[in-house]
């Protein structure tokens, strides 16, 4: 059944289900929540879309989790499609891509079983649009408390028609501090809304959502006194220090190695210190070479002997299944693009920097640089499109003639990562406000997960902030690493999600307990 609020051609709604397996009855509420300017709190300025689930049976103690992605500019869809939603698309056993056309399936590892589920699209992203964003008419949005909406421009760099030169407040949203805030209000307003305050609180991010979660896990508590059970970070990105590999920074370098060694062995191509196709070996040897060989030679440089740094040149070479002498050639400064291209080159396949298990041909094996697509970002845009529409629109009775942002890459590009505007110098990272939130609430437990094959956000670079954090004692038993098989979305690995649902119902039964 369907309760519709109606307004500028868009319908909310509000479905009855049964979870797989017929034993687990839920709501499912797909909505846009008002957010208001700060300075004029009667103010609406943006809305946020959101779809929750939620069991009705006991709500008060029932856990409660706020999922969202990273991006910058990333709906919830990846998540609630691949992994924790009632319903999931049918990936390949290993990840791999299926032909077309989609197709969904009932989700028997939802974790609709053992939590509350709510999806947030931030600002920019799936449906939520800022209420400067105008209808057809040109006229600004309306505001009808917390169901107003507009047919917004589908262009983020848009200016309304309606003569006034000031650029949609949409812009406004992306930069990291107002991002947060907009995710701190709307998780207050949800709260207050389905009273929920008394339940416990879990928050969940993917990618740069981890990130997000990593600065919520202060935020929220310090600043909006929400109290939280757990965060759980899904192949964050944490510290944008590692993500700058240079002549002078080496830390990148080296936190990207093990993911390398990893794809390396998965494909074959790796030299086995130890007994052949024993992967969890390999990445060890990998992580070793790591900290204890690969630092000194890239901080030593030429002042290291030569013999040395050949010797160096030739285990690395190994671990990652390249030529000694392309190695030696980069002075052990391996890239993503070119680990990814050379490879398999030799076969004119590239491998996915997103999941190095996954293949695509070369499209220009000639060219000096590679110049084709990324099977593992650019290859799973049509499945998650066509899943969260038909899911939303078909299942869900969304009725709206917005287009769904899967991936605004306007809002990626115009990210400000500078706090508040100001100049500062460095990167920005996250893992201050997490160790603070942690000392803050004692309680909170902290689960942060990779995919070994993911060469964006790699497992090792968590291990490494994790090594450095210097937790007290007390609290050290609060933060539990935990990877698996499969890439940035190690999700659509059969057994890699199959393991992780049952790790995390552990997970919330420790965080409750």
Same mark, same amino acid.
């Given at each position: ?29 797909? &909505? ?106 040109? &006229? ?13 421009? #589908? ?37 207050? $809304?389905?009273? !929920? ?8 991010? #993917? ?31 944490? #510290? ?23 794809a390396a062995a998965h494909h074959g191509r790796a030299e086995w210190a130890g007994t052949p196709g024993d992967l969890a070996a390999h990445r060890a040897d990998a992580e070793q070479f790591a900290r204890k060989t690969l630092i000194p030679l890239l901080a030593m440089g030429e002042t290291m002997p030569a013999e040395e740094r050949q010797a160096a040149y030739q285990q690395l070479a190994g671990l990652l299944g390249l030529p000694a002498a392309l190695v030696e050639k980069k002075a052990g400064r391996i890239d993503l693009e070119v680990f990814s291209r050379e ?5 004119? $396949? ?54 769904? !942002? ?90 890699? !999600? ?16």
């Open positions: 059944m369907s309760n519709a609020d109606q307004s500028h051609n868009r319908q909310a709604s509000r479905t009855e289900h049964t979870l797989a397996g017929g034993s687990l009855p839920y709501t499912a509420l797909a &909505e846009w929540q008002t957010l208001y300017d700060p300075v004029h709190p009667e103010k609406p300025i943006a809305e946020m879309f959101h779809v929750a689930y939620l069991v009705e049976a006991k709500p008060a103690s029932r856990p409660l989790t706020f999922v969202f992605n990273g991006g910058p500019g990333a709906a919830s869809a990846y998540l609630h499609m691949g992994a924790l939603g009632p319903k999931r698309i049918a990936f390949g056993p290993n990840g791999s891509l299926p032909k077309p056309p989609v197709q969904l399936v009932d989700n028997l590892e939802s974790w609709l079983s053992f939590t509350d589920l709510v999806f947030i699209d931030p600002i920019g992203t799936g449906f939520s649009r800022s209420s400067s964003q105008s209808a057809n008419t040109g &006229e600004p949005a309306k505001a009808d408390a917390d169901q107003s909406a507009e047919k917004p421009s #589908e262009k983020p760099s848009e200016k309304r028609n309606s003569g006034e030169a000031e650029k949609p407040k949409e812009t406004e949203f992306w930069e990291v501090e107002r991002d947060l805030n907009a995710l701190g209000e709307f998780i207050q307003r949800f709260l207050s $809304r389905h009273k !929920r305050w008394l339940s416990p609180i879990f928050i969940a991010g #993917e990618s740069y959502g981890g990130f997000r979660v990593a600065k919520l896990a202060r935020k929220l508590q310090q600043e909006f006194g929400i109290g939280l059970s757990a965060a759980i970070l899904i192949s964050p990105a944490l #510290e944008f220090s590692l993500f700058g590999g240079s002549d002078y920074n080496i830390t990148a370098w080296v936190t990207t190695l093990p993911s390398f060694a990893a490879l398999l080159r030799d076969q004119q $396949r590239i491998v996915g920097l997103y999941d190095a298990s996954i293949t695509a041909i070369d499209p220009f094996p000639d060219r000096l640089s590679y110049e084709g697509i990324d099977p593992t970002l650019d290859g799973l845009d049509r499945l998650f499109t066509g899943a969260i529409n038909s899911h939303l629109r078909d299942t869900l009775n969304v009725n709206t003639e917005s287009m769904y !942002r899967l991936l605004n890459f306007d809002t990626f590009k115009a990210w400000k990562f500078d706090p508040k505007g100001e100049l500062k110098q460095g990167f920005i990272g996250a893992v201050d406000d997490l160790r603070v939130g942690m000392t803050l609430n004692p309680y909170m437990q902290v689960y942060i997960t990779h995919g070994f094959f993911d060469l964006v956000t790699p497992y090792f670079a968590s291990n490494y902030l994790a090594d450095l954090m210097k937790l007290n004692p007390e609290i050290r038993p609060n933060l539990t690493l935990s990877h698996y098989l499969g890439g940035h979305m190690f999700y659509t690995w059969d057994e890699s !999600r199959q393991r992780w649902f049952e790790e995390m119902k552990a997970f919330y039964q420790k965080a409750l307990a």
